[in-house]
């Protein structure tokens, strides 16, 4: 899978960000894609995620509310829209373009790319 990155930075709490992700090659049988993060000193979770399928969205309780998930299926491209910023939204953002469903958990599934950096400051 090929992706593209494009979006995040820096920005003031209460502004607003979007993410980008453009996935080429993205395999048939993906059920979502989305976003995860990790934020310094704490373990990679969960953010957004879109099903290509049937159009449903899953967020983090943290963002619910705050983030849009979004997607253009004919450019094989997903938007996360973050709005009302705070500061422990500071994170490396992954998307990734296959995550599975599971009764516990939003899988991530494949290998991690390098991550956009997102800070918001105070």
């Known amino acids: 899978v090929n992706l593209v990155e494009s979006g995040g930075g820096l920005a003031q709490a209460g502004g607003s960000l979007r993410l980008s992700c453009a996935a080429s090659g993205r395999p048939v049988s993906t059920y979502a894609s989305g976003w995860f993060r990790q934020a310094p000193g704490r373990e990679r979770e969960f953010v957004a995620a879109i099903g290509w399928s049937d159009d449903k969205t899953f967020y983090a309780d943290s963002v619910r509310g705050r983030f849009i998930i979004s997607k253009e299926t004919y450019l094989n491209t997903i938007h996360l829209q973050m709005n009302r910023l705070k500061p422990e939204d500071t994170a490396v953002y992954y998307c990734?373009?296959?995550?599975?469903?599971?009764?516990?958990?939003?899988?991530?599934?494949?290998?991690w790319g390098q991550g956009t950096h997102i800070t918001v400051s105070s």
């Open positions: 990734k373009p296959d995550v599975a469903e599971t009764p516990a958990q939003m899988l991530p599934l494949g290998d």
